[in-house]
């Protein structure tokens, strides 16, 4: 079945790195955009990243742009995010997700269980 | 960015119920709105795409309508498994973004 299960979280001190990865079974990995979400404790879903099939385009949030960065190994399946400068507003779970985007109709499904990021010193 | 308010933040309500939840775009975003429901500890799980799109394996009691800046999700006659957070999500533009959700518990 379609799934994706990320790893790399932990606890690590601001101003540290963390490199997270998702690893995608069950589908064509290599067909699909894919994105970061983020969840800070008690709160919402913030949107992170997203990252083209291909790996050539990516975009970011403001609130990451220039310390964190998505890329893709298609032929491992396996999306990454590499997160520098970590500041104690980066704590969360972070998920992957698969995007959908066909004729205009766009989603995200499935998600991964997340792994939780903490950001303390 | 496209900013994305739902109402009400909280709602109670009884199995049986029939429930709405709103979510206004601060600019018009066609229908590309999806809608998000998520348990404690769980990821989000895809209710709806394309504002009314019932996303298979959901069930039917669950509908979206809408378009331009202003949503709803429906529920129609609610069952304990539907107590949960529900989360609209614009992806007409980048960066994406989500309303800050909607909190359903039970009466």
């Known amino acids: 079945q379609v799934q994706l299960v990320e790893s790399g979280g932990g606890v690590v001190q601001p101003g540290r790195s963390l490199r997270l990865s998702c690893a995608a079974s069950g589908f064509t990995f290599s067909a699909y955009p894919m994105h970061w979400v983020r969840q800070a404790p008690g709160k919402g879903l913030e949107w992170v990243a997203v990252i083209s099939s291909d790996g050539s385009t990516t975009y970011y949030a403001g609130s990451v742009k220039g310390r964190f960065t998505i890329s893709r190994d298609n032929s491992k399946n396996t999306l990454y995010l590499q997160m520098n400068s970590l500041e104690t507003e980066d704590t969360a779970v972070y998920y992957c997700a698969r995007y959908y985007d066909i004729s205009g109709l766009r989603w995200f499904d499935p998600w991964g269980q997340g792994t939780p990021v903490t950001v303390s010193s | 960015d496209i900013q994305l308010t739902q109402s009400p933040s909280f709602l109670s309500a009884s199995v049986g119920d029939r429930v709405t939840i709103t979510c206004r775009a601060s600019?018009?975003?066609?229908?590309?709105l999806a809608w998000y429901q998520q348990k404690p500890g769980k990821a989000p799980k895809l209710l709806i795409y394309?504002?009314?799109t019932l996303q298979s394996g959901v069930p039917s009691r669950f509908s979206g309508s809408g378009s331009g800046t202003e949503f709803i999700l429906t529920i129609r006659s609610l069952e304990p498994e539907d107590f949960a957070t529900y989360y609209c999500?614009?992806?007409?533009?980048?960066?994406?973004?989500f309303g800050q959700g909607t909190r359903l518990e039970i009466k």
């Open positions: 999500q614009q992806v007409s533009v980048y960066p994406v973004t």
């Open positions: 394309a504002a009314s």
């Open positions: 600019q018009g975003i066609s229908s590309h």
